[in-house]
Each structure stands twice: as C-alpha cells, then as structure tokens.
C-alpha cells in the first residue's frame, strides 16, 4: 500500500512537472519565433537605399537647430516655413501638409544615391513647377530624417537644421487609404505657409 501511495505522489509529482514544462515551451518558442519573425524587416531597413528609407515612413518636423547647436522653436519665422507633416512616395511624388492638417505642397523629389542631398520641385494644381529646391541631408535613418536650410545661399556659416521625426499620422484626406486616395494632392499654392509651431 505505501508503495502505491509514493508511486501516486511521484505520478503526481511527474504530471505537475510535466505541466509545468509544457507550459513553458510555448512561451519559449514564441520567444524564439519573435526575432525570426522581425528578421526580415531588419535585414530590408539594413539594406535599404536613402530613398527607400524616405519613403518608409510619414515624416513629422520635430526640431529644428542652429550652427551653434540651439535649439530654434518651430515658430520662428527662419524655420517656420519648413515645418509639417511629409509624406515621400516611392513612385517620387510627395505631398506636404502645415502641423494643423492643411496642404502645403506637392511635387516630385529625388535623393542622391549616397544620401548627401534630396531634391524636390513644387507644383501648383495643373502640374506646373513653382519651384525647385536641394538641400544637404545630415542624417537619414529609419527614425529620423534631418535636412540643413541657408537663409543666405552664399553665407554657409549660418545654417539651421531641420529635424524630421518617423511618425504614424495618418495623411490628411487619406482616410488611411494611402496617398491621393480621395483625390486630394495637397493643393497648395506651392509656397510654404506659415505655421505656429508644433501644436499637434
């Protein structure tokens, strides 16, 4: 009788255990499975070109910094102009839009193979190009994307940094369908409108 008792217990025992593991295994795979399901994205965003990093993300102007390293607010009338929301498409077509969800501008835009500079056009609503603009490219990741402006195209010595942030802001007008997706294209007037800082 007392064997039957300790076979009991130690079959119990074995059972819990045997639970206990099994219960274990699971999250364990599903740990193991993880990095191998994210192993795909990684090795495309490590082999990823300038523009395709651009177009991989919607873009929201975070920051902006003077040669010196100061940090300039977004309302300022030197890097106003340059603040809102960015969508680059990978077709090479973009649409911009002011941080309250108004157009701002769209166009065309490039990046050079190395990633040192990107170039864009403005276009009013019949198609024609308002302008035509490159600026140096002083970082450009998959978090964060930062252009550098002049004020003075001949005075290199003044300078500001504008700081773009990945962002999931949906593009206005989309409905979340993606670009263009009710007809609109950002019809602004192609010049940038002035915006009140980082309010959204």
């Known amino acids: 009788m007392n064997i039957t008792r300790i076979s009991r217990r130690s079959a119990l025992t074995a059972s819990a255990i045997a639970i206990a593991v099994s219960a274990l295994v699971p999250v364990s795979a599903l740990a ?15 082999d990823a070109t300038p523009s395709d990093l651009l177009a991989s993300t919607p873009w929201k102007t975070t920051g902006a910094v003077d040669q010196d390293g100061n940090r300039v ?15 680059f498409d ?40 308002l302008f035509q603009r490159t600026v140096p490219i002083t970082q450009l990741d998959k978090n964060v994307f930062t252009y550098r402006v002049f004020p003075n195209a001949g005075d290199t010595s003044v300078y500001y940094d504008i700081v773009h942030t990945k962002t999931n802001h949906v593009e206005p007008g989309t409905d ?25």
């Open 73 to 87: 607010a977004l309302d300022n009338p030197a890097v106003a102009n340059f603040v809102g929301w960015a969508y």
């Open 32 to 46: 193991a499975d993880a990095p191998a399901a994210s192993a795909p994205a990684a090795a495309s965003l490590k």
């Open 176 to 200: 979340g369908r993606g670009p263009g997706a009710n007809g609109n294209q950002g019809g602004g007037n192609g010049e940038y409108h002035f915006n009140n800082g980082n309010a959204r």
């Open 90 to 129: 990978a077709d090479g077509t973009y649409t911009m839009y002011n941080l309250d969800d108004s157009p701002k501008m769209h166009g065309d835009w490039t990046v050079t193979p190395d990633g040192s500079e990107r170039w864009i056009n403005a276009k009013d609503a019949n198609g024609n190009v």
